[in-house]
Antibody
Framework: EVQLVESGGGLVQPGRSLRLSCAAS????????MHWVRQAPGKGLEWVSG????????GYADSVKGRFTISRDNAKNSLYLQMNSLRAEDTALYYC???????????????WGQGTLVTVSS | EIVLTQSPGTLSLSPGERATLSCRAS???????LAWYQQKPGQAPRLLIY???SRATGIPDRFSGSGSGTDFTLTISRLEPEDFAVYYC???????????FGPGTKVDIK
C-alpha cells in the first residue's frame, strides 16, 4: 500500500524558514517523480514544485520560485521542501504527492499524503 | 500557461441523480492530458480520471470522463452519498514548467 506521510509544518513568522519532509513507502520511491501541492484554507489546489525520479528535472510555481527548494533522498525514501522567506500567503496545507509516470515526469498525481499545515503569521 | 475554467461552481443534486461537471481549457490540451480529482472535506484529493476518460485504480464505473481539445466533462451517473465533494480538473504532461488545477466544482446535497 502506498503511503505518504508529511511532517515539518507549524507556525512560523514571516521571513523565516521551514523544512517539510515526506516519508514514502509501499512503492519503489526512486522510480517516480514527486510533487508538493498546497491548499490555502478554504481555497483550491495549487501545484508548488515537482522533482523527477533522479532529481534531473525540477520545476517550481512562479509564486515560490527563488524561495522554495525541492529535493529528495532516494536512499531514505524521502522528499523535502525547504521554504525560505516565508510570507503570509504561503499559509496552507502542504501535500506530498506521487507522480504516476514510471521514470518520467508525467505531472499526474496518483497518490497523496494527508498534508502538513504551515501557518505564516507574526 | 493553460488556464482551466470549471462550471458550475456549485452543483446541488440529490442522491441517485446524474451529475455533469465541465472543465474548459484556454487552449487545446495535448493528447487529452486531462485529469479529474475528488476531494472530500478534511481529506486529501484522490485521482479519479486521467487521459480524459481512463478511470484510476479502484474508481467505480459510475464515474466517467469524456472530451478532447478544450472541452472536458466528468459525469457521475448516479450520485451516491459519498460522492458529494469538490471536483478539480488538471491538465498535465504539457511542459516542464508544471501545471495548474481548475478552481473546482462543489457537488452538494440538494
Amino acid at each position: 500500500e502506498v503511503q505518504l506521510v508529511e511532517s515539518g509544518g507549524g507556525l512560523v513568522q514571516p521571513g523565516r524558514s521551514l523544512r517539510l519532509s515526506c516519508a514514502a513507502s509501499g512503492f519503489t520511491f526512486d522510480d517516480y517523480a514527486m510533487h508538493w501541492v498546497r491548499q490555502a484554507p478554504g481555497k483550491g489546489l495549487e501545484w508548488v514544485s515537482g522533482i523527477s525520479w533522479n532529481s534531473g528535472s525540477i520545476g517550481y510555481a512562479d509564486s515560490v520560485k527563488g524561495r522554495f527548494t525541492i529535493s529528495r533522498d532516494n536512499a531514505k525514501n524521502s522528499l523535502y521542501l525547504q521554504m525560505n522567506s516565508l510570507r503570509a500567503e504561503d499559509t496552507a496545507l502542504y501535500y506530498c504527492a506521487k507522480d504516476k509516470g514510471l521514470r518520467f515526469l508525467e505531472w499526474l498525481l496518483d497518490y497523496w499524503g494527508q498534508g502538513t499545515l504551515v501557518t505564516v503569521s507574526s | 500557461e493553460i488556464v482551466l475554467t470549471q462550471s458550475p461552481g456549485t452543483l446541488s443534486l440529490s442522491p441517485g441523480e446524474r451529475a455533469t461537471l465541465s472543465c474548459r481549457a484556454s487552449q487545446s490540451v495535448s493528447s487529452s492530458y486531462l485529469a479529474w480529482y475528488q476531494q472530500k472535506p478534511g481529506q486529501a484529493p484522490r485521482l479519479l480520471i486521467y487521459g480524459a476518460s481512463s478511470r484510476a485504480t479502484g474508481i467505480p464505473d459510475r464515474f466517467s470522463g469524456s472530451g478532447s481539445g478544450t472541452d472536458f466533462t466528468l459525469t457521475i451517473s448516479r450520485l451516491e452519498p459519498e460522492d458529494f465533494a469538490v471536483y478539480y480538473c488538471q491538465q498535465y504532461g504539457s511542459s516542464p514548467r508544471g501545471f495548474t488545477f481548475g478552481p473546482g466544482t462543489k457537488v452538494d446535497i440538494k
